[in-house]
């Protein structure tokens, strides 16, 4: 009997007696095992590395090498050291059971033993090492199909990046000429001037998702060099508020300082696009009239800033995901469905390799707080 029907199992055993090496070898073909028979622990190991057994029976007392260094043997060649060797010896003492373990073995049978004990502890680890085996395949066809499916990834990240570079340059050129244009807006008929701010708009959009494309991808590359200064980030929220002030005149901006010190080190245009993107995101989820609050608080090392609106709010199942590449977030009746787009995977990757943190506090039907935390100093990356 073997645990493969198809091929039997090759077993070695391995004995400095002849009585006993005759008697194991007679056991295991009787019960349908392929043996090899050796007298000594070195013969066996030369005949391991030309052939490899399933399973190993190993006697410990025996010249020259015994059982407990030819084990130790074994496990030291990588090609043979997960092979299953059970011990079967005469020494039935705790401490020589410790050995056996402690050197690689996997089973101890004692002297003199039963058959059935034997027969069922070997096919037993048989049948161990056969599930090791097809879980080592199917590791390995894991790590082949995660190595392909990231190759494909960078081929598939390769070709965006180079297809929304060469975007850059025509939709410069449309943006030149909407803005030409728009210096003759007065002339245009009404219907053609609306046409023409339609066009700015969309142009205007498309050309940020350009650039946030490729800045997230600079960003996740590490290839963004961080340009720090020490700045305060109040003042860059009041640039902001400034910029967007047409984005933000129907949801006015509370700033809340809270003593805290809003000077630390950091890139000020990459802060600059953060908190822009955050305030819009708090006007563009909020009812009309209500207010977005920017605060800042101090913590030990950091400068805490959160952005607060008063929308509908983001269920906890998709605080993560709003933060991945073009994540979603769906109404509670999945009757409307808005991406996020780039803005909030760049601020997180803008954040991140500023040393910082960022994350969200919300609940469906109670507005939204994001939240990030960045360090004074780059000395000081690490929470």
């Known amino acids: 009997m073997t645990t493969d029907k198809s091929k039997p199992s090759n077993i070695m055993a391995v004995d400095d007696t002849p009585a006993n090496l005759k008697l194991l070898d007679g056991m295991l073909r009787e019960w349908g095992y392929q043996v090899r028979a050796f007298p000594r622990g070195r013969l066996a190991l030369a005949a391991a590395l030309n052939e490899p057994p399933d399973l190993i029976l190993l006697d410990i007392t025996m010249p020259e090498m015994d059982g407990y260094e ?7 060649i990588p090609a043979l050291q997960q092979i299953p060797i059970i011990f079967i010896s005469a020494l039935n003492e705790a401490l020589d059971k410790v050995n056996a373990f402690g050197c690689g073995g996997v089973d101890y049978v004692t002297k003199p033993f ?12 048989l049948k161990i090492r056969q599930l090791q085996k097809a879980l080592e395949i199917q590791n ?14 960078i081929l598939r990240d390769n070709l965006t ?10 939709l410069m050129a449309i943006s ?12 245009l008929p009404e219907n053609s001037q609306l046409c023409l701010e339609d066009a700015s708009t969309a142009t205007h959009k498309l050309t940020e998702m350009v650039s946030s494309l490729l800045d997230v991808s600079r960003l996740e590359s590490g290839q963004m060099p961080i340009q720090r200064t020490s700045c305060d980030l109040q003042q860059v929220v009041q640039k902001v508020i400034a910029t967007l002030s047409s984005l933000l005149k129907n949801n006015p901006v509370v700033v809340e ?19 822009g993107n955050l305030l819009s995101n708090a006007a563009k989820f909020s009812p009309r009239t209500e207010p977005v609050t920017i605060s800042f608080h101090n913590i030990p090392g950091f400068l805490k800033v ?24 769906s109404s509670e009746n999945n009757s409307k469905r808005y991406s996020t787009g780039l803005g909030l995977t760049f601020c997180k990757l803008a954040i ?32």
Request: aromatic share 6%; charged share 25%; with cysteine.
């Open 161 to 170: 990046h180079m297809i929304i570079h060469d975007m850059r340059s025509p």
């Open 140 to 153: 390995q066809q894991l790590r082949e199909n995660y190595d392909r499916l990231h190759a494909l990834e």
């Open 70 to 76: 030819t084990c130790r043997q074994f496990k030291a």
């Open 352 to 383: 991140e390799a500023h040393g910082g943190q960022i994350g969200i506090e919300s609940s469906q039907g109670k507005g939204s707080t994001f939240w990030l935390t960045l360090p004074r100093r780059p000395a000081e990356n690490s929470l």
């Open 114 to 125: 039963q058959l059935d004990e034997v027969h069922a502890r070997i096919e037993t680890h």
């Open 176 to 187: 030149g000429n909407l803005e030409l244009l728009s210096e003759e807006i007065g002339a």
């Open 306 to 329: 959160t952005v607060r609106d008063q929308g509908r709010g983001i269920p906890p199942e998709y605080h993560a995901r709003i933060f991945e590449k073009f994540g979603q977030v």
């Open 257 to 275: 300082a809270q003593s805290a010190d809003p000077t630390i080190e950091c890139d000020p245009t990459l802060l600059h696009r953060v908190i």
